[in-house]
Nanobody, 128 residues
Framework: QVQLVESGGGLVQAGGSLRLSCAASERTFSSYTMAWFRQAPGKEREFVAFVAPSTWGEQRSYADSVSGRFTISRDNAKNAVYLQMSSLKPEDTAVYYC???????????????????WGQGTQVNVSS
């Protein structure tokens, strides 16, 4: 059982930056595909970013809505994954969730049903 704990959310003005962190309890963290999803009020959960395991070269992918503004990274020594968010917009306001899965291929990275473990979420509010 992998436990994921997000942190780093908060209130920021449009154009600002935030860095989200996700700490994992699993010693084999480096083998997991890691991703960030988000859910805004009244909307479905949506994919944000993905990073493959190190054995797959840590390939990354991003939703079109955040590409060029957000960066996902992982630190296997610390069992952590990060989401650096820049040039934030009010439409980025949501609860952000960290997710972990085994053998989630890059072409399937946006499918939330393929991720086995989820954190409790961290709230990000972007004011205009």
């Amino acid at each position: 059982q992998v436990q994921l704990v997000e942190s780093g959310g908060g209130l920021v003005q449009a154009g600002g930056s935030l860095r989200l962190s996700c700490a994992a309890s699993e010693r084999t963290f480096s083998s997991y595909t890691m991703a960030w999803f988000r859910q805004a009020p009244g909307k479905e959960r949506e994919f944000v970013a993905f990073v493959a395991p190190s054995t797959w070269g840590e390939q990354r992918s991003y939703a079109d809505s955040v590409s060029g503004r957000f960066t996902i990274s992982r630190d296997n020594a610390k069992n952590a994954v990060y989401l650096q968010m820049s040039s934030l917009k009010p439409e980025d306001t949501a609860v952000y969730y960290c997710a972990a899965g085994y053998f989630v291929l890059p072409r399937n990275s946006e499918d939330s049903s393929l991720y086995h473990y989820w954190g409790q979420g961290t709230q990000v509010n972007v004011s205009s």
